[in-house]
């Protein structure tokens, strides 16, 4: 008890050393300046309701992985697999769904494979020793093979599913408005971020990111907390793979490609740092909301979809730029 009690109080210590406050508060003026920026290019868009319904039902499917991915790259760790893991994770929901008609058993099956997959990974890492992006860059070839084979390269329709609970429950419309992926974003961003800032696994993964040797020597089973920060990713990856699925009612060979730069960008401009052991689950939401909208207030603006990269790229830097400045300044 006294051990874990003096692991929170460092772990305390160091959010509040490493300038959490300031991080917080330039990523919500970030947040902010673009908004504002959108509005005076074209008002109407940005001041209609509607644009906001289909951030709130798109935005989620990458959000919620990089939810999952903020923890691993605060371990010190990489996953360069998990839209490979949506797109195994999501056949393995559409074939079960539509053999069974089981809405249950669909879903059980899909988060199974997402937490062996994320296992998997884990395993490569803490116990046959690969280096992560190594690791990751094998399992990421692997899961979309697999997901071809699997699917001999065709989707399956689930219309069916549309009038079942599951889809109410997960991407149906509150109130006719709000998508229900939406609150499954917020629920997943309270729920990681009590358990990294209020449970003693959080302290644990802060302190193996920050020096895995010390935090040896102070009892945390570093291997396991990093094996089990993996399966917590392919669980969030098989979840946004239903997820996207239901929203369109089909599933597609491809689903999950075009993720994993967008969720890598909302973890860094969030304000993670990529040598691990500084993060926060508020930076990465608000680095999804930015990243999650800016094409489309680039294209709104009059620009052409060409822009897009390279402004996610200027927004990535200074962003970067901004956290270490104001880092030095604490």
Known sequence: MGVESRLQQLSLGMLFKSGEFRLRFSIVVILLALWALFVTGNPKTFLSSDIYSSFMSTIPFSAIMALGLTLVVICGEIDLSFPSIMGFSGWVFSIVLTTTRSTALAMISCLATGVVAGLLN???VVRVGIPSL?????????????????????????????????????VGRIGGFLPAQMIWLIGFAILISLV???????????????????????????????????????????????????????YWPTLGEGYLLPTMAAVFVGGTSVFGGTGTIFGTFIGALIIGCLEAGIVSMGLTGFWTQLIYGLVIVISLSVYSLWGRKG
Not at 152 to 157: D, F, R, Y
Not at 197 to 216: E, L, Q, W
Not at 220 to 246: D, E, T
């Open 134 to 170: 190594v690791a990751t860059v094998g399992t990421m070839f692997f899961w979309r093979g697999a997901a071809m084979v699997a699917s001999g390269g065709l989707g399956k329709t689930l219309v069916f599913a549309k009038g079942t609970g599951l889809f109410r429950v997960l």
């Open 122 to 124: 884990g395993l490569l």
């Open 196 to 250: 990294l800032n209020r449970h003693k696994f959080g302290n644990h993964i802060y302190f193996t990111g920050d020096n895995p040797y010390s935090a040896r020597v102070m009892g945390i089973p570093v291997g396991r907390v990093k094996a089990l920060v993996f399966a917590q990713l392919g669980l969030l990856a098989a979840f946004a793979g239903v997820l996207s699925s239901l929203e369109v009612a089909y």
